[in-house]
């Protein structure tokens, strides 16, 4: 089945060092992939989506299509950024997420 | 912006009782809308996709009977968990996508269900 699968549930870096987020994909193509994000106490919204390749609050993905991979990356993080962070497919499919990985960042 | 307002934010019932959910897009409409359960510290189960005018599409293991969706209108989809058990007792969250090309989507704030 077509999916997005973060392989890793918990993530914990100190204050101001890099974090990396892994998400792979099984679509094929270029796929438009999305991040989320949510906050403690806090909706879920959106961080960032492939195809507009802005840089939100620190945080880049590239799609890597030999890898078919999504990585989210910061360089340094803040403890602001503790959450709980999830790849999801493309719009046109069912937004359907996979385990998500809890960030959690200590000064 | 587009907005998802869910309502109420927490209920609470009695076993044997059937509670409904609302969840509404604000500023815009939406021909689909999903539907989740989040258990403490886990991700977001899809439970089912509710599709306006016509009936929902369940994710495999979920009960329709169950859990009753209806997406009457481009702005309205409507969960209820009938007959409520003490294991229903869950966050539940919906979310819709803005209509277009490679949108995002929008969620719900939650509501919370505790069955006593």
């Known amino acids: 089945a077509q999916r997005v699968t973060q392989p890793e549930k918990l993530l914990s870096v100190f204050k101001g060092a890099p974090v990396e987020l892994k998400c792979n994909y099984s679509?094929?193509?270029?796929?438009?992939l999305f991040w989320y994000v949510q906050y403690s106490r806090q909706r879920l919204q959106l961080l960032l989506r492939?195809?507009s390749r802005e840089s939100i609050k620190g945080f880049t993905a590239d799609l890597n299509k030999g890898e078919t991979s999504f990585h989210l990356k910061k360089p340094f993080a803040q403890e602001e950024d503790s959450a709980m962070y999830y790849c999801?497919?493309?719009?046109?499919?069912?937004?359907?997420f996979g385990a998500g990985t809890q960030v959690v960042v200590t000064p | 912006g587009a907005v998802v307002s869910q309502h109420p934010s927490w209920v609470i019932c009695k076993s044997g009782t059937s509670v409904k959910i609302e969840c509404r897009s604000l500023?815009?409409?939406?021909?689909?809308m999903f539907w989740y359960r989040q258990f403490p510290k886990q991700s977001l189960m899809l439970m089912a996709t509710?599709?306006?005018?016509?009936?929902?599409?369940?994710e495999q293991g979920v009960e329709k009977d169950k859990f009753l969706i209806n997406h009457a209108s481009l702005t309205l989809s409507t969960l209820t968990v009938t007959s409520a058990h003490p294991e229903d007792s869950s966050f539940y969250i919906c979310?819709?996508?803005?209509?277009?090309?490679?949108?995002?989507?929008?969620f719900g704030q939650g509501t919370r269900l505790t069955v006593v």
């Open positions: 979310s819709a996508r803005v209509p277009g090309l490679n949108t995002e989507a929008f």
């Open positions: 679509y094929s193509g270029s796929p438009e």
């Open positions: 492939h195809i």
């Open positions: 999801a497919p493309p719009s046109w499919g069912k937004l359907q």
């Open positions: 500023d815009f409409q939406a021909t689909t």
């Open positions: 509710s599709n306006e005018g016509s009936k929902a599409t369940y």
